[in-house]
């Protein structure tokens, strides 16, 4: 069976409404993005607090209405079988995973919350057209127990490989422009 590769482009924007897990000070979030076997790591987003809720409890735990910005971009590697049957395409889910994780100097770093993007539908209409597209939408980032716990901004392009695009590295991200 023959095997169609492509790249797909991850866009992590930002997230809002994260939970601050810190008994003091700032939550320093990052995302961890997972495809199949591949991960990569964001920077650690520039964290903002919501200036109405500065006056009142910025300290407490679990308080306050917490932003993450990052903009970045990741790509990753994506290979399908060319002619599967529906029966195989339902069967074989892709997703990105989105694990927001809080980075701590001293302990473990702490799990805010994940979100999960659902890829089959994109990945095919970018293997019959040659690029397909999700724009920059919110996801529900909810905790292991799927309670709420923010929303994280996040788009998706695939791209098919064109004839000798195989031996492209395509670990790198870049950052985006913000205006």
Same mark, same amino acid.
């Given at each position: 069976?023959?095997?169609?590769?492509?790249?797909?482009?991850?866009?992590?924007?930002?997230?809002?409404?994260?939970?601050?897990?810190?008994?003091?000070?700032?939550?320093?979030?990052?995302?961890?993005?997972?495809?199949?076997?591949?991960?990569?790591?964001?920077?650690?987003? /520039?964290?903002?607090?919501?200036?109405?809720?500065?006056? &009142?409890? %910025?300290? *407490? @735990?679990?308080?306050? =209405? /917490?932003?993450?910005?990052?903009?970045?971009?990741?790509? &990753?590697? %994506?290979? *399908? @079988?060319?002619?599967? =049957?529906?029966?195989?395409?339902?069967?074989?889910?892709?997703?990105?995973?989105?694990?927001?994780?809080?980075?701590?100097?001293?302990?473990?770093?702490?799990?805010?919350?994940?979100?999960?993007?659902?890829?089959?539908?994109?990945?095919?209409?970018?293997?019959?057209?040659?690029?397909?597209?999700?724009?920059?939408?919110?996801?529900?980032?909810?905790?292991?127990?799927?309670?709420?716990?923010?929303?994280?901004?996040?788009?998706?392009?695939?791209t098919m490989d064109r004839e000798g695009d195989d031996q492209q590295e395509l670990n790198g991200r870049?950052?985006?422009?913000?205006?």
């Amino acid at each position: 069976m023959m095997m169609m590769r492509g790249t797909m482009e991850v866009t992590v924007v930002g997230a809002r409404n994260l939970q601050n897990t810190e008994l003091f000070g700032r939550v320093d979030p990052y995302v961890e993005i997972h495809y199949k076997n591949q991960e990569q790591k964001s920077t650690t987003g /520039r964290s903002k607090i919501s200036k109405s809720l500065l006056r &009142f409890c %910025v300290c *407490l @735990k679990g308080q306050g =209405s /917490r932003k993450a910005v990052w903009n970045e971009k990741f790509k &990753f590697k %994506v290979e *399908l @079988k060319k002619d599967m =049957s529906k029966e195989e395409k339902r069967k074989q889910q892709h997703k990105l995973i989105l694990k927001i994780m809080d980075q701590d100097n001293f302990t473990l770093d702490d799990f805010l919350g994940q979100a999960t993007v659902y890829v089959n539908e994109l990945l095919e209409i970018g293997m019959e057209e040659g690029k397909a597209e999700m724009p920059i939408q919110k996801y529900r980032v909810v905790s292991s127990d799927k309670t709420y716990r923010g929303e994280i901004q996040v788009g998706v392009t695939f791209t098919m490989d064109r004839e000798g695009d195989d031996q492209q590295e395509l670990n790198g991200r870049k950052k985006l422009k913000t205006s």
